[in-house]
C-alpha cells in the first residue's frame, strides 16, 4: 500500500521506501533465531549499531521486522542493548494463507526463522502513533491459566467456552481436534487492558488464532495469568476511518514542518476483513500526510509505542512513523523527545 495504490496479495508486487538523510546514521542486521529469540534479538541490534557507526548508543527509533512467534522476546533482546524504556516499531512478516511461508530479508540473504533489526539515528523530526480501531464489547474476565499464546483459562473456565459465550456462539468450540478462528475473530478480538487514561482502559489487542476442543485457544501474542481480558469490537468503517487519524496524530508531532515521508503498519487480519476498502484506506493515510510518499504493510503482528513511553506487540493494530523534511532538529528536539 502506498500513496500511489494498494496492491492485493494476488500476484507479485514490491514496495521499497528509500530514505535520504547524509547527516543521520542507519543500520540493518539479520540474525537468525536459534536457541533464543531474546539472544538473536540483542545479537542483530549490536551489528546493527556497529554498521550504523554508533555501537553503543541508543538509536532514535528501532524498525524491527520479525517472524512470528517469539516478538514479546525480541522486543526483550533489543531492549537489553539499547535501554528500557526503547521506541520500536515494526510489523511480523506475513505470507497470504496463514501457512508458516513468511520470510525475512536483507542484502545478507533470506530466512523463514530470524529477526532483521534497523537502527536509526534521524537528522531531522518525526513522530510515531500507535492504536487499534476497536472498541471494548462489554464482556471481560481475568486470565486464570495461560502459558506463553495459549490461553488456558478465564475465570477458572475453559477460554475457548468463554469466548464462545461472549460471542454469542458465533465462534464455537470445536467438538474435536481444532478449528481455526482467526477470520471470524478478526472482528471480535480480545483487548488485554495495558493502562488508563482518565479512567479509561487502554487495550492491547490479542488475535484468537486456532480454538481447540479441550478449551484453549491460540493466539498471536503472549498473555499471562491475572491480566484483564475484554472482548473488543470493530468494523469495516472503524477500520477504514483509524487509519487517518493515526497517520494525522503522527503527523502533527512534526510540529510545523511538512512529512518528507511515512511507514505505515496495517494489520494483515484487518486488511483481509475489510479489502474491498483498502483503495479507501491508502487514499485517506495519502490526504492525512498532505501527499506525502509513505509504504505500508500488512502484517501478522505489530510493534509500537504505548502510552507508558515503552514499545509492546500486539495485533490487529495500526501504527504510522512519519519523518519531516526540509529543516533539521534543533537542540531541544533531539532524540526521543522530539516525538
Known sequence: MTNQRFVTGRGDAIGAFAIWDPDGSYGTAMCEIRTSARDAA????????SRAG???????????????????????????????????????????????????????????????VTVMFP?????????????????????????GRHLQQIDDRPAAEVYAQWTGNSIALPRSGKRSILSQATLAPLGRRHSEIGGVPIHLLAHPAVAHADGTIELFCDVVEGEILSLMEGS???????????????????????????????????????????DQVADS????????????????????????????????????????GKEPRDGAAQGKGAR
Open 123 to 147: 537528522s531531522v523530526r518525526f513522530g510515531c502513533a500507535f492504536e487499534s480501531g476497536y472498541a471494548p464489547a462489554g464482556p471481560q474476565g481475568r486470565v486464570t491459566a495461560a502459558c
Open 54 to 116: 554508533r555501537a553503543g548508543e541508543a538509536p532514535d527509533l528501532v524498525w524491527l521486522t520479525a517472524c512470528p512467534g517469539q516478538e514479546e522476546e525480541i522486543l526483550e533482546g533489543i531492549k537489553d542493548v539499547i535501554g528500557r524504556p526503547a521506541l520500536v516499531v515494526g510489523g511480523s512478516a506475513a505470507d497470504n494463507t496463514v501457512a508458516g511461508e513468511w520470510s525475512v530479508f536483507t542484502s545478507e540473504g533470506g530466512s523463514q526463522s530470524a529477526v532483521v
Open 42 to 49: 540483542a545479537n542483530a541490534t549490536q551489528l546493527a549499531l
Open 236 to 278: 469495516a468503517d472503524s477500520l477504514v476511518r483509524r487509519a487517518p487519524r493515526i497517520a494525522s496524530a503522527s503527523a502533527a508531532q512534526l510540529g510545523h514542518l511538512p512529512a518528507a515521508g511515512a511507514l505505515v503498519v496495517y494489520c494483515g487480519g484487518c486488511m483481509l476483513a475489510i479489502e474491498q476498502h483498502m
Open 285 to 324: 493515510i495519502d490526504a492525512a500526510l498532505d501527499g506525502a510518499p509513505f509504504l505500508g504493510v500488512f502484517s501478522f503482528g505489530e510493534q509500537g509505542e504505548t502510552v507508558s513511553g515503552d514499545s509492546a506487540h500486539a495485533n490487529l493494530m495500526i501504527s504510522c512513523t512519519t519523518f519531516a
